[in-house]
Every structure is written in structure tokens, then in C-alpha cells.
């Protein structure tokens, strides 16, 4: 079985500050693990992804998030946050068993950037 | 990277009425996934279709109220039958697609529906 969990539905930052949304995640098997963004009215787009390769995994947008095993997270970072940046985030597992290729949605997490 | 297309992008539709959602990729793909957005909530995977065996369906979904066909393996379609207003939500297409050598979900750009 897999899931994931999202600590925080909605996080505020002033533009130019970092950014951090949190994610941790439970999963059988080695997961896959990624982020998305959502902004309103607009498609899901792929920020970045973890497939057992570096633990440090470097996105679009300036965006990174840090795959740490012993604590089954896996957030979401970035050193200044964008006006343009505001928008819903989603952290999403997927392993490789009998769940292959099936990805597990966090509640997600609302991102202000106030300026 | 895959690109997806849905169709309708949008609709409103009366109660008891049915719906069938379009989804279009642009290369050839083994397994097509069909997700809903309810409004304000995450995505919840509805059903997997891969070409030329019937859908499974996640828990909490049936096939009478959500029939799906996969003809071929570029293409899908989800009906969403006897509508009331609960099946207001953003339905999305979704196929696995490779970036930079490892696998990744990329998703169409949706098909909101408003049901009165």
C-alpha cells in the first residue's frame, strides 16, 4: 500500500523568501516520488521527480525537494519564492508492486506568495 | 514528455443525463489512467484502461457509472452515466511518459463539469 500525506494545506510567504512544503510518504516498495503544480484554471504540470537516483532532485522553476529515506519525506524547497509561484502544490507517490504505474495524490498544499 | 488532449474542456449537463469524455495522446502508450478532482480536493485515480482488456476500477467506482473504452492505444474515453450534481468535478486524463530516463505521469489538461 502507499500514501501520502501533505503537513500543511495552505502555506503564506512574502515574495522573495524561501519556500518549504512538506511531504511524507508510505510505501511498500522503492517509490517514485513527485511533485505537481496546479495553478488555478490550469493543467497539472510536473515540477520534479525521485526514481532512486540522487536524493537531491532539482526541478523546473528553481524549485528541489530531498528524497530522506529515514524519515519518509520528501519536501518541497525553494531558496526565493515568485509572485508567479502561487498556485496549488501536490506531492505524489507511486511504487513499483502490485500498485506499478498507479499514483497516490496528497491533499495538497495552497501556496500564497504575498508580495 | 507525452501531450494529452481531452474534449470536451468543459460542459454543464442536467441530472440524469451522461457524459463522455474524450482523451487523445500523441504517441502510443500501454496504460491510460482516469483521475477526478472534485472541487477543492485532490486527485482520486478512477480507473486504469489499458488496450484491449476491460478497465480496473479503483475502489468506490463502478463500471455501470463510469464506463470506459480503450479502442486503441492512443486513444480513451470515460462516460460518466446518470449524472447528478456529486459528479461536478475535473476529470482528468493521465499516461505514463519518460523524462530524462526515469517515468513520470503526465496528465491532460482536464474536463470540467458542472452538473445541475
Known amino acids: 500500500a502507499q500514501s501520502v500525506t501533505q503537513l500543511d494545506s495552505h502555506v503564506s510567504v512574502s515574495e522573495g523568501t524561501p519556500v518549504l512544503l512538506r511531504c511524507n510518504y508510505s510505501?511498500?516498495?522503492?517509490?517514485?516520488l513527485f511533485w505537481y503544480v496546479q495553478h488555478p484554471n490550469k493543467g497539472l504540470q510536473l515540477l520534479l521527480k525521485y526514481t532512486s537516483a540522487a536524493t537531491l532532485v532539482k526541478g523546473i522553476n528553481g524549485f528541489e525537494a530531498e528524497f530522506k529515506k529515514s524519515e519518509t519525506s520528501f519536501h518541497l524547497t525553494k531558496p526565493s519564492a515568485h509572485m508567479s509561484d502561487a498556485a496549488e502544490y501536490f506531492c505524489v507517490v507511486s511504487d513499483q508492486g502490485a500498485n506499478a504505474g498507479k499514483s497516490t495524490f496528497g491533499d495538497g498544499t495552497t501556496l500564497t506568495v504575498k508580495p | 514528455s507525452a501531450v494529452i488532449s481531452q474534449k470536451p474542456s468543459r460542459d454543464i449537463c442536467q441530472r440524469g443525463t451522461s457524459l463522455t469524455i474524450q482523451c487523445q495522446v500523441d504517441s502510443q502508450v500501454t496504460m491510460m489512467f482516469w483521475y477526478r478532482q472534485q472541487p477543492g480536493q485532490s486527485l482520486t485515480l478512477i480507473a486504469t484502461?489499458?488496450?484491449?482488456?476491460?478497465?480496473?476500477?479503483e475502489s468506490g467506482f463502478v463500471i455501470d457509472k463510469f464506463p470506459i473504452s480503450r479502442p486503441n492505444l492512443t486513444f480513451s474515453t470515460l462516460t460518466v452515466s446518470n449524472m447528478s450534481p456529486e459528479d461536478s468535478s475535473i476529470y482528468l486524463c493521465s499516461v505514463e511518459g519518460t523524462s530524462g530516463g526515469a517515468v513520470a505521469q503526465y496528465f491532460g489538461p482536464g474536463t470540467r463539469l458542472t452538473v445541475l
Open positions: 510505501s511498500s516498495y522503492s517509490p517514485s
Open positions: 484502461a489499458n488496450q484491449g482488456s476491460e478497465a480496473t476500477y
